[in-house]
């Protein structure tokens, strides 16, 4: 996907305060060019990616868990093979984006290591649990349909790799979002108590799903320089209300109700208005305070300390062969 281009071969001699190559590199940002790895590029710039892809990355690994807890427990063969597909699918994604941000200079070993260490985050929503089965269709309906919504923008980022990895996992992602969707709609106009249990799904994930596109604009001191860099394109603001704005009126035509009393239409605006999000608890489950914090990384602790044999049986064997 990426060439044959390695970390050693990115161009990082020159300076990045040289006015003539930056004013060529903001050209080029401009004209809506992609930049490669081989490329001249500012040092901000290719930490900025790296510090995203491999958050990126980690939200993808670690986004796995809660959802890979009910495969013993679908209801049916059915559910459990589609269940099994889309965690496969979610570990493909974190790999197509460790490798784009290899492509920056940075090694897996540091990129796992920072996570596993709690320096390097990953997406505040999966550090919520799944209580029901119907947490799973709930899933796939907001949570994969908001980072469908961030994901469609960076198919369109400045940074070549990382746009072209979005094209493939977009469309794996669409169609998580309407395996969820179907599951929903399905329970919603069943029986009462399955109504229910996709009523309480969507109670406790409605607002940590609005939570993952981040703080809001105003105090994300980032999202200038990406939105200038062609990183991103649209903010984090933007992104929360077209989410809003499509599945709102979507799960009211389901019979369910959107826990929010602050949620309506507002005719001259052409938008849904919706509540504050509570941005104390956002914090706190970013910093590592959240239900699940804990949980999930000493289960991806224990995973890679199980998966250390694979690692020195390779690390040898390329020894052997060198």
């Not at 929503?125 to 994901?151: C, E, H, R, S």
């Not at 890679?304 to 690390?315: F, I, N, P, S």
Request: charged share 25%; hydrophobic share 40%; with cysteine.
């Amino acid at each position: 996907m990426y060439g044959n281009i390695l970390p050693t071969d990115i161009a990082l001699a020159a300076p990045n305060t040289d006015p003539v190559k930056l004013a060529e590199f903001d050209a080029r940002i401009a004209r809506g060019e992609k930049i490669e790895p081989g490329d001249w590029m500012p040092d901000e710039y290719r930490k900025q990616l790296i510090r995203m892809i491999s958050q990126h990355a980690h939200s993808e690994v670690v986004g796995m868990l809660p959802e890979g807890a009910w495969i013993t427990r679908a209801p049916n063969l059915r559910q459990k093979l589609v269940l099994l597909a889309k965690v496969q699918d979610e570990g493909g994604h974190g790999q197509y984006l460790y490798h784009a941000a290899e492509t920056l200079g940075a090694t897996r070993e540091e990129m796992v290591e920072d996570l596993l260490t709690g320096k390097a985050k990953y997406a505040s929503v999966f550090n919520y649990p799944t209580l029901t089965w119907a947490d799973i269709g709930m899933i796939g309906w907001l949570v994969d349909g908001a980072a469908i919504k961030n994901q469609t923008m960076l198919a369109h980022c400045s940074y070549g790799p990382y746009s072209r990895a979005m094209v493939r996992i977009c469309a794996e992602e669409s169609f998580h979002n309407k395996q969820g969707k179907e599951m929903v709609y399905r329970y919603a106009l069943g029986t009462p108590k399955q109504k229910a249990m996709a009523q309480d799904a969507l109670n406790r994930w409605w607002w940590p799903t609005l939570m993952m596109f981040g703080p809001h604009d105003a105090d994300s001191p980032n999202t200038p320089q990406l939105v200038r860099w062609g990183i991103k394109t649209k903010s984090n603001d933007e992104l929360r209300q077209e989410f809003v704005d499509e599945t709102a009126p979507e799960l009211h035509a389901v019979g369910l109700a959107v826990p929010d009393p602050e949620l309506c239409y507002d005719e001259a605006a052409g938008h849904w208005k919706f509540g504050e999000i509570n941005w104390d608890e956002f914090w706190r489950v970013v910093k590592g305070d959240g239900p699940c914090n804990k949980e999930r990384l000493a289960t991806r602790r224990k995973a890679h300390d199980d998966g250390r044999w694979v690692r020195e049986a390779l690390a040898a064997y390329a020894a052997r062969s060198s």
